[in-house]
């Protein structure tokens, strides 16, 4: 569920509209005052999707559709002779960008499915190019309402009795309303006010047809020469991706996450979870305390409020860390509309407990013995824990691994902690993992995510927070846990690390001859490559493949002239033109080529 304060705007008549800019997750509690709110459906045009029962074939048609269009302009994105005036890394991007913000509006016009796919695969910059993880990460799920009457249907079918007898007061148009459902504002007979969750009807079977042929996709990418390069195992990704999606409309499990979220902060009186009232909540409805807040982004709301920004965000970084390092259970999408402020007490409220994500007993493990193998800036134990943490594959070539986790224990252990970024670790951990075989899963890139959110609310709250410096308490809290378990800081554990400090800064001293032998064995090991270029080889060989080039296309050119000559000879003119559109096509590019090679003459 998601508060915000300012998600709506009210005129001067008292009627309550949605600002477009402000995306709406899974789904909103509105903190507004009680004003009725214009539908949500006046301000989007209606989706084929719109609707309660779907058809197998459309559906098929559709997708595979935009998978194919998918495929066939990455294809042609690929080939330089595809760009007008020339090739360059610049137009390459500027199509890659256009290209993912193609696919943001499709998974949006597809439906829930892909709109639920477009917000997981944001989170997978290993699989994707950063281009698409950075359109996706801006989709948008805000989508029309459907009516009351169904609103009725399901919760009568589901809690068996209607709506007056559950409800002493009940609104018709929605609060919001998302992919996957819309909230209504609604008061019990005892008193209460909350919010119900309706599930959208006809999700399930949506859901079954669409993931039956996303299965197939999955399979073809498996196979494709370009996707499925890397031993990527696209069939494994899509098994995840559904239970997760499936997870997300069992009403059910959102409501024992809210519950185990709100067990788990029963002692800080600085967080607050709505409670979950189960007499009147199923598979595909869901009642919830109605805890209005600030959007912790509304800055200027927090301001009027009174409220101490700093340690606003002080408190939402404890909170989370709290959530991954104590508790394992954590909020796997806390971006600023899922968290708000009460503006009394100043206390985080947390919403939207459908996406939430868990760390095994034993990940707790390996992740800290991997964590002090990057405290030791040794690469080689660095590649063992990513291994065990099923980060990376077992049976990948773990040697450009290596030297791209040297490149950034190089690049950025030397700079204090308060000068890191999140953000720009995460950025630049992508950068590398995208084209090598890592396999980032799902828990670890809610992580990342999060971590990012968190550091950009927390500097818009405060320009001088620092995310790595608010964590270092909890990192060094975990690094001092003894074998037996105990909180105490362990003293071996400090004069260890002051040892290695001290032997590093003496190695610092003494450093040419050292550095010099790690050289010796980087180039031995393969780190470091010598490349002897000779710029007159190189333009004399790029001079003969273009001549290459120029030869095949004058082949071309004259068979296709030569068939199409023969077809037209013939009376086939049908065929005959076809023929002749290919040769036509050959010639430009032949033409083409004999300038580039005019102008490489005239340059040398």
């Not at 190019?129 to 996706?136: A, K």
Request: glycine letters at 6%.
């Amino acid at each position: 569920m998601t508060a915000t304060s300012e998600a709506y705007t009210i005129s001067s008549d008292n009627r309550l509209s949605l600002p477009p800019q402000d995306p709406v997750s899974e789904l909103s509690i509105v903190a507004i005052p009680k004003i009725t709110p214009e539908p949500p459906q006046s301000d989007y045009r209606a989706y084929r999707w719109n609707r309660t029962n779907y058809s197998k074939r459309r559906r098929t048609i559709d997708i595979w559709s935009f998978f194919l269009t998918f495929l066939n302009g990455s294809w042609i994105d690929g080939k330089k002779w595809s760009y007008i005036g020339g090739y360059t890394e610049a137009k390459q991007a500027a199509r890659k960008r256009k290209q993912a913000i193609w696919i943001r509006d499709t998974f949006l016009e597809l439906g829930p499915t892909f709109i639920k796919l477009g917000q997981l695969f944001s989170t997978r910059a290993d699989l994707f190019p950063v281009e698409y993880v950075e359109e996706l990460s801006k989709l948008q799920d805000r989508v029309p309402a459907f009516g009351y009457d169904l609103v009725e249907e399901i919760i009568e079918r589901d809690l068996g009795k209607n709506i007056p007898e559950l409800f002493a007061s009940f609104e018709q148009i929605p609060l919001a309303a998302a992919s996957l459902g819309q909230v209504h504002l609604a008061r019990l007979h005892t008193g209460e006010e909350v919010v119900v969750k309706v599930q959208r009807p006809g999700l399930h079977k949506l859901f079954t047809i669409d993931l039956e042929i996303l299965r197939g996709i999955a399979k073809y990418f498996q196979n494709h020469p370009k996707w499925g390069k890397g031993g990527r195992d696209w069939v494994g990704i899509y098994d995840e991706c559904c239970r997760i999606l499936w997870e997300e409309t069992d009403y059910i499990s959102e409501g024992q996450n809210a519950d185990t979220f709100r067990r788990n902060f029963r002692s800080q009186d600085w967080v607050m979870v709505p409670r979950v009232y189960w007499r009147y909540s199923s598979t595909r409805t869901l009642t919830l305390q109605y805890l209005p807040g600030i959007k912790i982004s509304h800055y200027e709301g927090l301001e009027a409020a009174g409220l101490d920004r700093q340690v606003i965000a002080r408190q939402s970084a404890t909170a989370y860390l709290q959530q991954l390092l104590t508790d394992g259970f954590f909020h796997a999408d806390p971006h600023p509309g899922n968290v708000a402020i009460d503006p009394k007490t100043g206390a985080l409220i947390f919403y939207d407990f459908g996406m939430m994500g868990r760390i095994a007993p034993g990940t707790k493990d390996k992740l800290m013995a991997t964590l002090l193998a990057i405290a030791g800036r040794n690469a080689d134990r660095v590649v063992r824990g990513l291994v065990e943490l099923g980060a990376v594959s077992a049976d990948a070539d773990t040697d450009p691994i290596r030297r791209s986790i040297q490149y950034l224990l190089d690049n950025f252990l030397d700079k204090p902690i308060e000068g890191q970024s999140i953000a720009q670790i995460t950025d630049d951990l992508y950068d590398i993992a995208y084209g090598q075989p890592f396999r980032f899963p799902a828990t670890f890139t809610f992580v990342m995510r999060a971590f990012s959110t968190i550091e950009g609310v927390g500097k818009g709250l405060d320009p001088d927070f620092n995310f790595m410096a608010a964590a270092q308490p909890f990192a060094f809290q975990i690094m001092n846990i003894n074998s037996n378990g105990s909180t105490t800081p362990d003293a071996n554990t400090f004069l260890a690390e002051i040892g290695r400090q001290a032997a590093q800064v003496g190695t610092s001293a003494l450093g040419l001859p050292r550095r010099f032998e790690d050289t010796i064995d980087k180039l031995e090991r393969g780190d470091i490559r010598v490349r002897v270029r000779s710029s007159e080889t190189d333009r004399y060989l790029r001079r003969l493949s273009a001549m290459q080039q120029n030869t095949n296309y004058t082949i071309l050119v004259a068979t296709f002239t030569l068939s199409a000559t023969m077809l037209f000879v013939n009376q086939y003119a049908i065929a005959a033109g076809v023929v002749g559109t290919f040769a036509l096509i050959a010639l430009v590019v032949w033409f083409r080529q004999m300038r580039k090679l005019d102008r490489q003459d005239r340059a040398s």
